[in-house]
Structures are given as structure tokens and as C-alpha cells.
């Protein structure tokens, strides 16, 4: 049909080095199907654009030569076949404005779905046997011009009965829901495929007041609701994806509302014995009418109200009933009824992409896919510091290490990340100081997909990730496996100050943290400073004898206990209450998102004391504690009836004897792994066995070498003098040497390997030019008892003090003037140290 360009293509061209890495990179990603001789090469297309009228005109010469009409034609064929074949799957060639024939190249994907203003958000992706309803939910942000004060009980509220199904009528229900008998296997964005089931009842007319249930949205979490009165209604939590429990979190939405009309909701399906509830914390309410026409956004709603045990149980676990009434304010209102404020994975997204298109903010705040969840939602880790001048300023900066919901239900820990991420990239001079002197590795949602189902406490594969940051299994828990090894590398690179993961809590009021007691009598009680001096920054919210720094056993799998045994002193958990403050100026009222992200810039604000050059503040903090710990062991022996002097040896009392435990926290015990991945982990185990028994310990020096060499030639020596006739005699002689050496040459490596020897220490390496050397035989045959008493008798330490550093453990840890030599101090601990061995004596036989 061409012939001229069917002839030109069949000329012999060079391989474009360009052609070939696209043709490889869009075959890798499943764009291009063609084989690579199927279409034509670049240089070919290259070689007819250069003879176009735009290529001649622009030229070095500047002059047009006479062009036939088959060379635009052949262009424009070339370039029109290659956008439209269909072998190539590819839509990264564009051209230019007006249709103008000028190939060139889309910008790359972003591979790693990393935030960016030119395209929309991500979608949230969720389990394939979800149902999502396409409407986008959103709310504004307002605080309360007048406190919310707890809710006052009367003693004369109501506590209705479970009535069931059997006597009231279903107007909601989810069907299909998934439970601890099935597991995760794959999910898409918008859920399940199919056209949307109607859960709800059809109104009979506009008389009709039955409410209008829906949760189908995201973080939304309702499974039933039955009608039980006119204008009563008993609700039913769907449970955790995937599992039989958790039941806390709600949010769904109501229409069809009347205006001063009293309703009663009860939840029938609560698990937890005690709840703040119970102490005057009321729910939420969002009118979307109130919203658009006054811009006042969620508020606590609620009279009434009572906490109690429900008088049925599904025979395994007893259920617990929250009920209360509650006013609507408009007629034929959309309202929304949450047990906190939500903060759903799309409000993250656009809060990061708000900060990704400042032109200031993005300077030093740097995003990055950490990892993808189970779902395949991406968990953004954010990098904030200032820009270093030098390589030797950028190395001396310390980390700081922090992350929130882990638990999907505690939307709280979401407002105050959000509060502190506001404050830390603002131009606040403290803000800049702290960027100057940290990198601030942030992780901001570690459960995306537990957000966007409306689960309370669980990921997609039915555990508590806070139960599992020991896990092995990469595939089943990668939000967490790739945190606990980012936060592995970062300790290779530099110091980690601080770590703190923020939670929320549903049975105490108030802010407070959970540490680790350090067993360092250097660092006595170092690790309650940041804690002391955070309630003295915010003491009317921040309860510092609510902390508790005893770590049990069953909180071994934690992020703070695993983050503080990997050698992070300042490991803490951060809780903050659903409820309020019974503290000072907020005494008896409710937190607000506005108190919450307050907290961020407080906790920036005590980062700055804590590391202030000027220890004034840390040492009167240390003096505190000290004399509140005197207390605390005066009155536990008081209430144990013993009486004790405590002078010069109290310090020496076990903290963790002391402090009652953390039960009181709002954790769940591990439930182990899926009966689906129990599998896996023992194959994992047996793999590594396997590998452990196949791998054999190598010879570590040529000296052992050498030894190994010796003994298996006079083994085969000894067995052919044993075969050889007429050599009894001779042999004889020379039994007691063999035995003698075989003895010694059993085991080459028994002086590394056991401590039936004498352990020679290395000598100093200023020693060299004193006539010791590591080699000499003197040094080796000094025994570590009298080196170190060698070592006691220089001039200048006595004997308790080390020549490198002091002992003094009441004093806070000093600055480091020189940060290069710490940076890797880490590393330099778990190097094995050198050892020196004697000299064997090899026997020879004539």
C-alpha cells in the first residue's frame, strides 16, 4: 500500500538504546504486547522526521531544500501508526498543541503513588464483599463557642430491654458481612461489583417517620437497626472485618428526622464491662442542615444516657447496652451520629496534598510510599527537616519517630497528628529550630484499611497490628513490618531520641502516656522527664499520674515495648481520651478537635525543653520524680503493713514492683495469628531450621585453616602406616604424641567456642609503641583478672572510673560535641570485639 515506506523501514537500522529500555519498561508493566521486530525503530521514525519543512527551517543552515510529498506522508502514516496500533498498549507519546506532528513523551507514572496536584486523589480500595454507596460524605471543622460539659446522670434513667426481632420490625440491615470463619482475599476500589441493594425500608407516604439508616460510606460502622417504638430504635455494631469482636466505633447516618421529637437509640452489642459513658461522655451529632445554613459542624448531643449490662448474651461473652435520647433540630434532616470525631483515610489525602502544593511547605516536608496495606491502600511516610548545609550538619541530626492509627477506631489520635503536622511545618520560629536540629520521620495512618471498612480496633487480616510488630510475616501485617524496619535503618543512620505512637482511650479521661522503666541505673527515671514536663506544659489536660512505664508481658508485641528493646529510651504510647479533661480550667468538659491538635503543638513545645542545651529543667524534673518515687514507696508499704528505712537503699527497689499494671489501658491480649497463616509461619520456621542445619560455621582464620589442613593429612599418614606391614614398632613410639596432639586437634576452634580457657582481652593500641603488641605472647598470656588490675593502676583513674567516660548517673545524659563519632554507635555495639589467641604448638614426627 506504501511502498516507498515499506522499502525505507526494511533498510538496516541501528538499535535505538532508548527504544530498547522503553520497549523492556512498558513490557514489564503489561502496556506493550507486540513483539520487539514487530514494530517499527525509532531511528527509522527519527530519520523521516528530520527531513520535515519544521526540522529543515530551524537547521544550521537555514535554507529549505525541495521536499516530495511521500516524506510529510510517510511521516504522518509512521506517526498516526503508532497511536493507533494495536500492538502497542501505550499512551506515552503526545503531541504538541493544534495536532502538530512533534512525538514526545508522557511524564512518567508515579509507580508509588506518591501525592501530586495534577491528578486526583486515590481512591480507597476495600474488601470485594463490601457494598459502598457512591456518595461522597464530608464535614466541616468547628469548635464549640461555649465548653461541652459531661453529662450529669439523675439516677432515674431509663434502661430499656433487648427486644429483638421477634417484637420490633428491621428497617437496616447489611447482609454478607464478613466474620472470623472467613479472610481477606482481595478487593477493588467501590467494593463489591453489582448494582447497590436498598438495606433500608421504603417510606409509605410523607407520614411516614421511620428513620433512615445508612453506613456504607467510609469509617462508617452500623449492621442493623430495628424499630422497636415509634420512636425508639436498637442498634446492632457490625463487629471488626473478619473477626467476632471489637465492637466501640460507630457512625452512620439518619434521614427522615422530626423536629422536636425525643428518639431513643440503644446499642445492643458492646463488649467492654466499663466505658466512659458511664461517666458522662455524651455522642456526637452532625446536622447537615446546621451545616450549610449556620456552618456549625459536630457537637455532643445526647440525655439520658446509661451504660449497663444487657440481659442477653450469645453464650460466649457477655453484651453491654449504651442507650440515650436525643433531639433532632430541623425536619426532613440528613444528621450523622458518631462515637468521635471521624478522620477517614480521605481526609488525610487532602490534608497531605494541601501540604505537597505549598510551594514553602513541600521544601522540607518530602512524601513517600511507605508500603501498601493488605487492601492495597498506600501508608504514607512523611520526612520533615530542614535542608542541611553540610554533610556533617545533616549527620548530626537526631530522629524523632512518630505514627497514629493503629487502631482504626481511636480518630482521635488522627486530630492531634493533624495538630502537629500544622504546627511543625508552619514558620514558627520553634518550628524552624526543631527542623534545624531533627528529622521527623511521621507516619500518619499505619491502618488505612481499618479506617475505611469502619472497623474499631483490627487490619484486614482480622489482628490487632499493636499486638504484632514482632511478626515475621511481611505479606500478612506489611503495614507494620515495613515501619519497624524503616525505623531499623534510621537507627543505623543516626540516634533516635524519641518514638511515640498516638492512640485514643474509651475508660479514662484525660491525656496520658505509657513508657518503659529503663533497667540503666545511668538513665534512672530519664525516661518519665518528657512525660513530667508535658503535663507541666498543658496541666489542665495532660494527667501525669495517670502514665505508667511497667511493661507486661502480654504488651511484648506492642510498638512501644518493641521500638524501646531495639534501643529507643523514649518510647511511649500516647493516650487520648473520647471523652474530656477532669483537670483545672476544663474540669468535667470534653475534649473538641481544637484541644486535640492543640496537643501536637504541645508536644513540639516539650520536645524544645526537653532538648534544651540548659539542663535546668531537666534536672529539677529529675529531682521530682525522685521525690514523688519516695512516695509512691512509702505509701505501697504503708498499705502492705510493713515499715522499712529506705535511706541510701531505695533507689535500688524494682520500679516495675511498684506501679500497678497498665490493665487499666485500653488494649486487647493478642488472639495469635489466622488459622489460615499458622501454616505459613511454621514453614517459615522450618525454612529457617533447615537453612541453620545446612550452613556450615566457617573457619574464621588462616591459623585454624592450617590446623584443619594438619590434622586431616596425618589422618590419612596414621592410616596408611596402620595398613603398611613392618611399621608396629615404629608407630608404637609415637602413640602417646598422637594422642596428645589428636586431643589438642579435636576441636581447632574450642578456644572460641567454649570458656574452659582463660579469655585473653585485646590491649590498647597505644600499647604498639610501648613494646606491647596484640600479638606479643605477653599480652596474650596476661589473664583479664590482672589486666584489669593493671589497668586500675595507671596514673590519673582510680580504680572504680573508665579513662573514656564517667559513671555518674545522676546527671542527664551531656550533649555530644562531636556527632560524627556517635553516629554509628549503634552498629559499633553489636560488632563483635577482637580476640586474641595463644599459640598452638603443631607436633612433627620424624
Known sequence: MFPALETDLKQETHPDPYEDFMHHHLQYYGYFKAQKDSLPNSTTHQRVWKNSPRYLLNGSSGERDDLLPECLQKEKFLYSFRLTSPLLRSRQLLCDELDEVNPHLREPRELFSNLSSRGPLQAPRWPVECEVIKENIHHIEWVPPQPEYFYQP??????????????????????????????????RVGGRQGSIKEPAVTLQGPHDSTLLFESRFESGNLQKAVRVGTYEYELTLRTDLYTNKHTQWFYFRVQNTRKDVTYRFTIVNLLK???????????????????????????????????????????QQPFYCLTWTIQFPHDQDTCFLA????????????????????????????????????AG???????????????????????????????????????IMKGFLDFILSDSPDAQILRDIFVFKVVPMLNPDGVIVGNYRCSLAGRDLNRHYKTILKDSFPCIWYTKNMIKRLMEEREVLLYCDFHGHSRKNNIFLYGCNNKDRRHWLHERVFPLMLSKNIPDKFSFHSCNFKVQKCKEGTGRVVM??????NSYTMESTFGGSTLGSKRDTHFTTEDLKSLGYHICDTLLDFCDPDQTKFLQCLKELKELLHQEIYKKFNELGQVMNLEGSWSDIPLSDIESSTSGSDSSLSDGLPVHLLNLVDELNQKKKTLKKKKKKPLQTRKQRNEQYQKNHL?????????????????????????????????????????DRPRFTETPLSGRNKGTSLDSPVASLIPPKNKETMQNKKPGFPPSCSPKKSTNSSLPPAPQPDWLKSKYSATRRGRPSMTTYPSLHIYTYP
Open 564 to 569: 524501646w528493646r531495639m534501643g529507643i529510651q
Open 715 to 755: 589422618m590419612r599418614e596414621l592410616t596408611l602406616i596402620e595398613d603398611s606391614p613392618g611399621t608396629t614398632a615404629g608407630f608404637a613410639s609415637t602413640l602417646p604424641k598422637q594422642s596428645t596432639f589428636l586431643k589438642h586437634m579435636e576441636n581447632p576452634t574450642a578456644s572460641t567456642t567454649r570458656n
Open 273 to 315: 464491662p466499663k466505658s466512659l459513658y458511664a461517666l458522662g461522655m455524651k455522642p456526637l451529632m452532625y446536622s447537615q442542615s446546621d451545616a450549610t445554613t449556620y456552618s456549625i459542624g459536630w457537637k455532643r448531643e445526647g440525655s439520658e444516657i446509661k451504660y449497663y449490662k444487657s440481659n442477653v448474651d450469645d453464650g
Open 339 to 374: 462515637h468521635f470525631y471521624p478522620y477517614t483515610y480521605t481526609d488525610l489525602q487532602c490534608h497531605l496534598l494541601a501540604i505537597a502544593n505549598n510551594p514553602v511547605q513541600s521544601q522540607f516536608c518530602k512524601f513517600r510510599a511507605l508500603c501498601r496495606s493488605l
Open 377 to 415: 491502600n498506600t501508608v504514607y511516610l512523611l520526612t520533615i527537616t530542614n535542608p542541611s548545609k553540610t554533610p556533617q550538619e545533616a549527620a548530626a541530626k537526631r530522629a524523632v519517630v512518630l505514627s497514629a492509627r493503629v487502631h482504626p477506631g481511636e480518630s482521635n489520635s488522627s486530630w
Open 154 to 187: 439523675t439516677g432515674n434513667e431509663r434502661v430499656p430491654e433487648v427486644v429483638g426481632e421477634e417484637k420490633g420490625t428491621v428497617v437496616y440491615q447489611l447482609d454478607s458481612v464478613p466474620t472470623e470463619d472467613t479472610y481477606f482475599t482481595s478487593s
